[in-house]
């Protein structure tokens, strides 16, 4: 079966750094996005790999390791609005979208 | 650009009526519009994948006759939530798709929409 990974629930401190990580086992492979998503409205698009290697963009940025299934999102100085719900949703070789369960990070001053 | 939205934002309803929910692409012609459902702490699930012109292809577990998507033109997709009941009461989630430069279908979402079946 398909099936992506990643932590439920994570804790940071504001202007610090977190990374988050998602683990996948899909059929088939046509990228890797990144999401997200606050309380009540819909994700919006932060990222997108399909290589290998780290894509950078202002405070954050996305890694992908096809061979390892596994990608991360590394978040910079973090800022309270930085609390969020970040899913993680893989492209399969019909090009649907099989989305992980979120990772809910929560900013403390 | 690639805005979508989604009508109503909220809507509460007694059970046993139906809700429409339009979704529409502002600025762009969607070659493919997905429809979502996302209960309190859980992640978005995917209900059903509509093309403009054909019929949509449901998920395992959802009931098409139930969930009634029509993808009318390249703008605009409708789903009818028929004799609703209170477990239908979710937040449902509309996104369009698009070839975009890269060779990847990036999906553009709409805002959601919060039912409450009474």
């Known amino acids: 079966g398909q099936n992506i990974d990643q932590p439920t629930e994570m804790t940071a401190t504001e202007g610090a750094i977190v990374q988050i990580n998602c683990t996948y086992q899909?059929?088939?492979?046509?990228?890797l996005f990144w999401y997200q998503q606050h309380a009540g409205e819909a994700p919006t698009f932060l990222s997108y790999n399909v290589l290998d290697g780290l894509e950078e963009k202002g405070r954050f940025s996305s890694f992908l390791s096809r061979s390892k299934g596994y990608s991360y999102l590394l978040l910079k100085e973090l800022q309270m609005k930085d609390s969020a719900s970040y899913l993680c949703?893989?492209?399969?070789?019909?090009?649907?979208?099989?989305w992980g369960a979120g990772t809910k990070l929560i900013i403390k001053p | 650009g690639a805005v979508v939205s989604q009508h109503p934002s909220w809507v509460i309803c007694k059970s046993g009526t139906s809700v429409k929910i339009e979704c529409r692409s502002l600025?762009?012609?969607?070659?493919?519009m997905f429809w979502y459902r996302q209960f309190p702490k859980q992640s978005l699930m995917l209900m059903a994948t509509s093309n403009e012109g054909s019929k949509a292809t449901y998920e395992q577990g959802v009931e098409k006759d139930k969930f009634l998507i029509n993808h009318a033109s390249l703008t605009l997709s409708t789903l009818t939530v028929t004799s609703a009941h209170p477990e239908d009461s979710s937040f449902y989630i509309c996104s369009a798709s698009t070839p975009l430069a890269g060779d990847y279908n990036e999906q553009f979402f709409g805002p959601g929409t919060r039912l409450t079946v009474l």
């Open positions: 949703a893989v492209s399969d070789s019909n090009y649907q979208l099989i």
């Open positions: 600025d762009f012609q969607a070659t493919t």
């Open positions: 899909t059929s088939g492979f046509n990228g």
